[in-house]
């Protein structure tokens, strides 16, 4: 039985710690603190060039819902055709529908822009309005994998319904479990889910190098330091592995 480590990834610094630590493939996004957006073709080039990893990349145009209209779907598959000509080997998104069901159409009209890459439903899944038809949409589609914490805040808190999601799957779709997910929760969730596959960030804060600070100026989310940079540490990615390998 062969057990995944993914690790969501936004620099080409925590790509490589991501590789040092022994991880399988990362997801690449842009703008981690806010849940991931589509990263940049420059960050891509970058990351392939200086790791080996397999890059599955996100597909998300904006911050928010997963309702897009035309002109985000137009950019999306702009993007499809964009990383499958770069060589991407995934890539990983999810549309919904306004009453929270799988938008199957436009999924469908990605996968076939796709080409030969991998598709993956990410946690669009988990605001879905039906877990189990959503479960048999993705695979009458094709899709690889279902990015999902079981439709709460982190994976512990979704052990039930990730038990019971991959029961279902019965190996048809990979099953990736995220949110939350640290060596400590992996050595519980393997054996009480049955899931082979985890994603994690392995995040570090780092202090800014800048030696000038100048305080009070927020150029986003208020309460956020402009002065941390947020990391993949290779030493928590390393654990995470060292934890699967056990079983």
Partial sequence: MEYVLEACVDSVE???????????????????????????????????KYTDLEIRVLLRPRFGDFCYDEYEFEIMKEDVQMYREL????????????DGRLDSVRMGELIREAGNADVALHRAFDVCS?????????????????????????????????????????GRIEILVGAGVS???????????????YHMSGKVTLE??????RDGVSMGFPGFSEYEIWQTDA???????DVLEQF
């Fill in 130 to 170: 039906d877990p189990y038809e959503t479960l048999e949409g993705a695979v009458d589609l094709g899709i690889r994998t279902i990015l999902t914490s079981g439709q709460k805040n982190s994976a512990w808190e979704g052990r039930e319904l990730l038990r019971e999601l991959v029961r279902r799957s019965d």
């Fill in 87 to 98: 060589g991407a080997d995934g890539i990983v998104t999810g549309i919904l529908l306004p």
């Fill in 14 to 48: 925590s790509a490589i710690a991501a590789q040092q630590g022994g991880a399988k493939r990362v997801e690449l996004c842009g703008n981690l603190i806010i849940g991931g957006t589509s990263p940049g073709k420059a960050l891509f080039q970058a990351v392939r």
């Fill in 183 to 197: 060596p400590e929760t992996i050595e519980k969730l393997v054996p009480f889910t049955g899931a082979q596959a």
């Fill in 235 to 241: 030493d928590n990615i390393r654990r995470a592995v």
């Fill in 208 to 213: 800014s190098r800048m030696q000038f600070r």
